[in-house]
């Protein structure tokens, strides 16, 4: 089965904790992308990854961390400095970060404050 | 900022009818694609239509440009209560280099049986 696999589908985080989202996908992608959907606010790129080892921020990227060690994993780190971290979460791949491809969403990971 | 926004925000129509959703931008574009997305899950991809293009078809999907007016709807016919969902427009701008899609902030469209 191909596709984007996103774990876990519910997160809670305590005041001061550092939490990690995961994204896998058996795509054979290069780009990887991590959003934060809020309700109607529509989808903001948090930060994206054009190739391994390489990773450029987005529209929202304070408050979180990124790394590319493998081509298909782009894990997400929802660090204690994200005040509002309360969200739901999507992660996406394309064949390549230009506009004109389509991008393959994972099922998302809601993310509470406990 | 937002560079597609939909219109309108919310959609009901009966079963069978037709759904007509916009979405404006402000910048030239490349492309423009649209999305959709079931309560609490991922967005799938339904059409791509290039800026070159006059219309796009597929299955009961109709994607009409409007490059003078920077706009394009998405037409449904003959809707079904399993199109209930959120849609979302997403531009591709033909400024800057490693452009990227911009997502809208998307319209709920209910189909009421």
């Known amino acids: 089965d191909g596709g984007i696999t996103q774990s876990p589908k519910y997160l809670f985080r305590k005041e001061g904790q550092n939490v990690t989202l995961s994204c896998e996908q058996n795509?054979?992608?290069?780009?990887m992308y991590w959003y934060r959907q809020d309700p109607g606010q529509g989808l903001r790129l948090i930060y994206y990854s054009q190739i391994v080892n390489d990773f450029q921020k987005g529209d929202i990227a304070e408050g979180y961390s990124v790394s590319r060690e493998k081509k298909e994993s782009f894990p997400l780190t929802v660090t204690s400095a994200q005040k509002n971290p309360t969200a739901f979460y999507l992660c996406?791949?394309?064949?390549?970060?230009?506009?004109?491809?389509?991008?393959?969403f994972g099922p998302g990971t809601r993310l509470l404050v406990l | 900022s937002q560079q597609g926004e939909e219109d309108p925000q919310a959609l009901s129509i009966q079963e069978g009818e037709n759904a007509t959703m916009n979405c404006s931008y402000k910048t030239s574009i490349n492309n423009l694609q649209w999305y959709r997305q079931n309560s609490g899950r991922g967005l799938v991809h339904l059409i791509l239509?290039?800026?070159?293009?006059r219309e796009k078809h597929s299955g009961r999907l109709r994607v009409t440009p409007d490059t003078s007016k920077k706009s394009s709807s998405l037409l449904i016919t003959a809707s079904r209560a399993a199109d209930t969902a959120s849609y979302f427009c997403a531009t591709d701008p033909t400024t800057g280099a490693n452009s990227k899609l911009t997502f809208g902030k998307g319209i709920t469209l209910s189909v009421r049986p």
């Open positions: 239509i290039r800026s070159n293009e």
């Open positions: 996406a791949s394309s064949r390549d970060v230009y506009g004109q491809e389509t991008q393959y």
């Open positions: 795509l054979n992608h290069d780009a």
